[in-house]
């Protein structure tokens, strides 16, 4: 008995030494990614709103929640925007036209691999579910919305499709970037959901797996997914 002590604190040795160096490089899925997290709207625009319920609060959560996602994986990430205030930061005479200018200038500073803008949706109180858009002449936009449509589907339980469009953080940026409709805020079901942390930390999960499946599908077959 008394031989084989040694052996077991050696083994235990061994056991505190590698475990951790092992999960950290295991779990480091985006390391060197540079992501930039645009959460829309901010300051005097709400965005939808429902009651008291305001798109552009519930962008900037959902945007942390993924931020914390992404950088346990390894990424790099960045904001567009880190509190309740647009990109021109004016408490008066807001421009839609200025903020979204700066909101695509700032993208691009970063260089990033990608970016995602998080919105949510209105419109009939019978409308549901998650989409995802890509800008309608970037391949690459396309393959990363399908990726991560395809992961927020078990998620939201979206019927709706990935959809091609020109809004203009897609068109005016250089860099890769997709637009997550997140949810119906018009919907009281889906409502519900968008206002709980735990349902944004699923969409934090289902959003890094899609990038993580969109990193993958580059050095892969890619016709499995489109
Ligand atoms: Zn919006």
Not at 74 to 86: E, H, I, K, M, N
Not at 112 to 134: C, E, K
Not at 148 to 155: G, L, W, Y
Request: charged share 25%; aromatic share 8%.
């Amino acid at each position: 008995m008394k031989k084989l002590v040694p052996f077991i604190l050696l083994f235990a040795l061994c056991s505190l030494t590698f475990k951790p160096v092992m999960s950290a490089t295991s779990s480091q899925t985006l390391a060197k990614k540079v992501v930039v997290l645009d959460p829309g709207h901010g300051g005097m625009d709400n965005g939808a709103h429902v009651g008291n319920v305001n798109e552009d609060e519930l962008n900037l959560k959902i945007s942390y929640a993924i931020k914390e996602e992404l950088e346990s994986r390894g990424a790099t990430v960045y904001l567009t925007r880190s509190d309740d205030q647009d990109m021109t930061r004016r408490d008066y005479n807001y421009s839609k036209q200025d903020d979204m200018y700066l909101r695509a200038l700032k993208i691009d500073e970063y260089k990033p691999d990608l970016f995602l803008s998080i919105h949510l949706n209105s419109a009939s109180s019978s409308a549901w579910g998650s989409q995802v858009f890509y800008y309608k002449k970037s391949s690459d936009g396309e393959r990363l919305a399908k990726c991560i449509h395809e992961k927020m589907k078990p998620v939201t339980g979206t019927r709706k499709n990935i959809s091609s469009c020109g809004f203009y953080v897609l068109r005016a940026t250089q860099s890769l970037g997709v637009l997550i409709e997140c949810g119906f805020l018009s919907n009281a079901n889906e409502r519900g959901q968008l206002k709980n942390s735990r349902y944004h930390k699923k969409l934090a999960v289902a959003i890094s797996d899609g990038i993580e499946e969109y990193e993958k599908s580059l050095s892969g077959p890619v016709d499995i997914l489109l």
